[in-house]
């Protein structure tokens, strides 16, 4: 039984996890930096323990810091949130090790899919459609080989992570061994671990996630699809559920693929399993995040789930709360606001001197930040995730556009202008757009702000 919930993380997923630990008649504690003191998430949580200075590698990445906090607040178990060490088979290890319940899968499984080349033999060995592509590439031999068994063009990626770090694409053979190398350095900046594979490249495809959810008596369950095609330098922008790309019998086809992934390696909690969409229909497994997604909350408003509930129930022991396929209710598009330069993409760092969040029927805002509120530049730059749910695609569009035109953020430059742009782009609004829309679309001149 879980009395008291550490979140070892920060930000509005921090505020997250907390709020749905309050809703549950659970206790929570609260870890930080001391460039987080002032944090809502500190505010909000019946315990704050200060676990280092801001640089994160002293304080969210600190586990024998986190640990502590842990024994001395008396918690009993851990919610790692996204980012930081919610992906550490290691951490978890540690946890479980000091008798706290991890709330997430087995480290086994984490461990797995964290793999790049066995998670691809695992999903191989599950019938999961995958990509042509090599194993661990040492030699400048190897690069040369598998590039011309698989064929032009090919991206090579990083064994050990992942967010588009060490990611190279290559159409032409005389850059593949200098593209290697530089993904290599990459990589062994990323993640300690300079090995790469190669996967032949998608020219347009979609980036299409499947959200699962598993407990610990052999339930095995999808919770439909959501579109996250919308990405600038691999990261996303914009996400969607459901997609307006998938035909019923491929979204079937995806949804049991999933299922049949989590159910060969034993997976337990929530999860997301990527795929990429081909333009013919095909698609193919690219990555599994072990843990909650930024982009959890359409997913939430098209099912009427709480996933972070769900993630506490399987965590306790409790079997899933649904027993059957959710069948998706309107639409959700959620939009990340940055603290960033909207032309540059440069982080934007300072004081939020005024601060006005959009509302209404159908709009949901995921926010950390208050007016006052200074934005730090050691983190990540979320601000807020505004996530509008309608009755169909083009209703949620026209409630996104409203949300954007009333939202204020004075102080730091945010990404707002560029995010109007996307969502009245005739391309998106007729929902024909790839994994290359943004570059397309910043390439056709620089946003008003």
């Known amino acids: 039984m879980i009395r008291k919930v550490l979140v070892a993380n920060r930000g509005e997923i921090a505020l997250r996890v907390i709020r749905a630990v309050r809703e549950m008649g659970l206790q929570s504690v609260a870890v930080h930096s001391t460039a987080d003191a002032d944090a809502l ?37 851990i919610h790692p949130g996204y980012g930081f060490l919610s992906e550490n088979a290691e951490f978890a290890e540690v946890c479980l090790k000091c008798n706290l319940t991890w709330i997430g899968p087995p480290p086994s499984a984490m461990r797995l899919m964290g793999d790049k080349i066995r998670a691809r033999e695992a999903m191989n060995a599950a019938g999961v459609p995958t990509l042509p592509g090599s194993v661990g590439l ?12 698989i064929g032009l063009p090919v991206i090579f990626k990083a064994t050990a992570g992942g967010g588009g770090r060490g990611m190279k694409i290559v159409h032409e053979r005389e850059r593949l061994l200098d593209a290697w190398n530089t993904g290599r350095n990459e990589a062994q900046a990323a993640f300690g671990n300079p090995e790469m594979y190669m996967e032949r490249y998608c020219q347009k495809p979609r980036h299409i996630e499947i959200q699962v959810a598993a407990d610990t008596h052999g339930h095995y369950m999808h919770l439909g699809e959501r579109e996250c095609s919308i990405q600038r330098r691999h990261q996303k922008v914009i996400e969607e559920a459901p997609s307006a790309a998938l035909a019923p019998e491929t979204r079937k086809l995806l949804t049991a693929a999933a299922v049949r992934a989590i159910s060969a390696i034993g997976y337990t909690n929530v999860g997301t399993l990527e795929f990429l969409l081909d333009s013919d229909g095909s698609f193919y497994f690219m990555e599994m995040n072990t843990r909650l997604q930024v982009e959890h909350p359409v997913t939430e408003l098209v099912t009427g789930l709480d996933l972070v509930r769900e993630q506490l129930r399987i965590a306790a022991g409790e079997p899933l709360s649904f027993s059957s396929e959710r069948v998706p209710n309107g639409h959700a598009i959620e939009l990340r606001v940055n603290a960033e330069d909207p032309e540059t993409f440069a982080p934007w760092p300072g004081r939020i001197t005024a601060l006005h969040m959009p509302g209404g029927l159908g709009v949901r805002v995921d926010t950390h930040v208050y007016a006052g509120y200074v934005v730090p530049p050691n983190y990540d730059s979320l601000l807020a995730k505004v996530i509008v749910h309608d009755v169909d695609r083009p209703s949620a569009l026209r409630r996104a556009r409203r949300c954007l035109d009333e939202i204020v953020i ?14 009245s782009h005739p391309e998106f609004v007729r929902g024909e757009f790839d994994t290359g829309f943004v570059a397309r679309l910043l390439a056709e001149g620089k946003p008003a702000r």
């Open 41 to 77: 998430h500190v505010k909000f949580a019946d315990q704050a323990v200060c676990i280092g200075p801001p640089p994160s590698r002293q304080s969210y990445l600190n586990v024998p810091s986190i640990i502590a906090a842990a024994e001395v607040t008396g918690a009993d178990a």
């Open 410 to 423: 004075e102080g730091p430059r945010t990404n707002i202008p560029f995010l109007r742009r996307i969502v």
């Open 138 to 149: 040492a030699t400048e031999a190897d690069v040369l080989s598998n590039a011309d068994r």
